[in-house]
């Protein structure tokens, strides 16, 4: 089970009761966090979320409403008392970004690795793939896709086929290869066929790319910026690098995916749900976001 | 009037609805804030505050719960149309601090000027004094005093006596010296005797200092930090370089100030007000803060 939170979907500016942008995931006890605008960590407590156990953190872009948390959230981190390191995705320039707001947060009890514009899938948690798509806004900014893998069925009569013996079952179940008597034994041996895992996708902020419908192709959840609800603020969309909820439906639909979250709202759009037409005309199964707004992903079988 | 507005009462953390330290003193429709925790600018939007015409931001000292939140407020302001210069007051460091933080705020439609560690009395906004004390905390920090003049009286048997012709009746009353014909006519010549002004001080983060009570001097409000409620905590206050609920009413005590308000409040003190007792038990008018506890203040006749 993959759980998805938005804490915040505010773009721009905070709005009472609108959290700045950030999304977090939990996966097995351990989660990414996808950007850090301000307030993040108050809307972490909101939920009741802990902070030991953030492993990744990805930022898609350098302004402030997506990252301002950042070094507040990295303090309270370490008051948490974890000494493992964190990992920050994020596009080229991040390095530089963390390090200046860090001026506030200099001595943390663990080291810090940062990825810049990795553009290759990256394994850094087990079982999950993260992939990056550079996107098209007014500063360096990446898209994210997050691929849980699922691990393959245990096979009793493929192991028994495969002449397996059963104390070696529990070490090649869990994926690692044994050598006894000159003999290799590999996981494949005793697990069955590959299965589905959960793919999550998140593209904010951008206008719509040609290579969006790709990379988020068949996500379970595509999370996407819909700064604009009303088809009237098209040009301003243009103008700021950002998307209509129309705009957002379309890249869902060319896309495949089972469902479509909308969050990153305009300050100057108060009831997003006005709007919920505009992307339902276009891909049904629309969600409009807001803040702590809770989904869980089952494996499919 | 001055309107006094505890944005945030927490210390450290965030805590379920407690944000990070900020206080904003409104008067005649300009605002001064102090500190800058995560989350300030959602604090401001909750209050229904607008950003334009914050004059001026004083930060007690570079720690990530009292100044965090400064980039996000400086592009919101920003944004909000001000192109007036903002002065932002701070202890030693203050500057390379604003600087590392801006990087998610390079540009900016108004000037910043940066005022380290003053030790002398300020006069910024019209008549505002702003007086700064370096206190004991383990980063360099300043407490404040604001003190908010009040305009004598127009006196229209004095400007009579006086022969001072009534043409420049309103320009003397605004304080500005008229000289016409050879002859000087002084604000003083139409004016009453100095009236009482308001007097605001915050202090925190520190240990108690014999120079406090003096600075706080017959406040009208005294705003102080109260880290630990309980007595039982005072190892921590000392180790922490913070203080009890205790030690900030016996400094109320002998400020001679006329109210205390107690904010700052560690997240492991979940209801300060369980320890009021510890305060009054001293001090009687001590009040325990909360966000956004609002306060005015009215001159005394």
């Given at each position: 089970m993959v759980d998805i939170s938005l804490l915040g979907c505010g773009g721009g500016m905070p709005m009472p009761n609108r959290f700045l942008s950030s999304t977090i995931i939990n996966y097995k006890g351990r989660k990414i966090l996808i950007d850090c605008g301000e307030g993040t960590q108050v809307a972490m407590r909101f939920i009741g979320s802990g902070f030991k156990s953030i492993d990744v953190i990805c930022i898609t872009h350098g302004h402030g409403d997506h990252v301002v948390g950042l070094p507040g959230l990295l303090a309270t981190i370490g008051n948490s008392g974890r000494v493992d390191p964190i990992t920050i995705?994020?596009?080229?320039?991040?390095?530089?970004?963390?390090?200046?707001?860090?001026?506030?947060?200099?001595?943390?009890?663990?080291?810090?690795?940062?990825?810049?514009?990795?553009?290759?899938?990256?394994?850094?948690?087990?079982?999950?793939?993260?992939?990056?798509?550079?996107?098209?806004?007014?500063?360096?900014?990446?898209?994210?896709?997050?691929?849980?893998?699922?691990?393959?069925?245990?096979?009793?009569?493929?192991?028994?086929?495969?002449?397996?013996?059963?104390?070696?079952?529990?070490?090649?179940?869990?994926?690692?290869?044994?050598?006894?008597?000159?003999?290799?034994?590999?996981?494949?041996?005793?697990?069955?066929?590959?299965r589905q895992g959960i793919k999550i996708s998140l593209i904010t902020d951008t206008r719509p790319l040609d290579t969006i419908p790709d990379f988020i192709k068949e996500s379970d959840l595509f999370i996407c910026e819909g700064t604009y609800g009303d088809e009237e603020d098209l040009d301003k969309a243009v103008k700021n690098k950002h998307m209509t909820f129309s705009e957002a439906a379309q890249l869902a639909l060319k896309g495949n995916v089972d469902e479509l979250l909308l969050t990153h709202f305009s300050p100057a759009m108060s009831e997003p749900e006005l709007f919920k037409q505009n992307a339902t005309n276009i891909f049904e199964k629309t969600i409009i976001g807001h803040d702590m707004f809770v989904k869980s992903l089952a494996f499919r079988d």
């Open positions: 995705i994020g596009p080229k320039g991040i390095e530089d970004i963390v390090k200046g707001l860090r001026v506030i947060a200099p001595y943390l009890p663990y080291d810090i690795n940062i990825i810049e514009n990795p553009n290759i899938p990256l394994n850094i948690i087990e079982d999950l793939v993260v992939s990056t798509l550079e996107l098209d806004h007014s500063s360096p900014c990446i898209g994210y896709s997050f691929y849980f893998k699922r691990k393959p069925k245990f096979d009793v009569d493929k192991a028994n086929t495969n002449n397996v013996p059963r104390i070696f079952w529990s070490t090649l179940q869990k994926g690692e290869r044994v050598i006894e008597k000159g003999i290799t034994y590999e996981p494949s041996m005793v697990l069955g066929s590959e």
